[in-house]
């Protein structure tokens, strides 16, 4: 079992940053693919970003794509999304997720979620 605690959600303006954090314990972090899915009231999970075990590789989603940036530190088994230049569009409750497949955007492929973290852009 892995548990996972999303954390730096909040209410920011269209155009600011943030930085969400994701904290596994359980079995060990860096066996794990990790990605960040998102959802809004009332629409389906969606893919946002996933990174390979030693952090080397990204893969995300075409409407993230140049604005967030998924990364880990797995010496203190936290995965990462940096979040720029963000719309209102880009307001959902933020899932952390852990999974074995790399280059994944299905949820049904990932193992472990975390209860997620809620962002709200204004405009």
């Known amino acids: 079992q892995v548990q996972l605690l999303e954390s730096g959600g909040g209410s920011v303006q269209a155009g600011d940053s943030l930085r969400l954090s994701c904290t596994g314990s359980?079995?060990?972090?860096?066996?794990?693919?990790m990605g960040w899915f998102r959802q809004a009231a009332g629409k389906e999970r969606e893919f946002v970003a996933s990174?390979?075990?030693?952090?080397?590789?990204?893969f995300y989603a075409d409407s993230v794509k140049g604005r967030f940036t998924i990364f880990r530190d797995n010496a203190k088994n936290t995965v990462y999304l940096q979040k720029n230049s963000l719309k209102p569009q880009d307001a959902a409750v933020y899932l952390c997720?852990?999974?074995?497949?790399?280059?994944?955007?299905?949820?049904?492929?990932?193992?472990?979620w975390g209860q997620g973290t809620q962002v709200t852009v204004s405009s």
């Open positions: 997720t852990a999974g074995a497949t790399n280059y994944n955007s299905n949820p049904k492929r990932y193992d472990y």
């Open positions: 359980g079995r060990p972090f860096s066996g794990f693919v």
């Open positions: 990174i390979t075990r030693s952090g080397s590789y990204t």
